[in-house]
């Protein structure tokens, strides 16, 4: 059983880091890439306002649940 815990814990932090970084890296190839369409940015501000706080929940959530840290 807590095998499986810890897959779950290491899968959600994979997720979280993945969350936490994608919106970084898109916003950075969007300011490069000067064709960027009003379409294009319309949709990273709507995902990126979802996927960020989801990576920041699950950072929080492990804290409180004590799996954190030391």
């Known amino acids: 059983m807590v095998y ?3 897959k ?3 899968a959600g932090w994979l997720l979280a880091g993945v969350c936490l970084v994608a919106p ?3 916003q ?3 300011f490069r890439d000067s ?3 009003i379409l294009e940015w319309a949709i990273f501000m709507t995902l990126a306002r979802l996927i960020w706080p989801l990576g920041i929940s699950w950072v929080i959530f492990v804290c ?3 799996y954190g840290g030391t």
Do not use: C, P, R
């Open 4 to 6: 499986v815990l810890q």
């Open 35 to 37: 064709t960027a369409s």
């Open 28 to 30: 950075h190839n969007l």
């Open 24 to 26: 970084i890296l898109v």
């Open 8 to 10: 779950v814990f290491g």
């Open 64 to 66: 409180v649940s004590g």
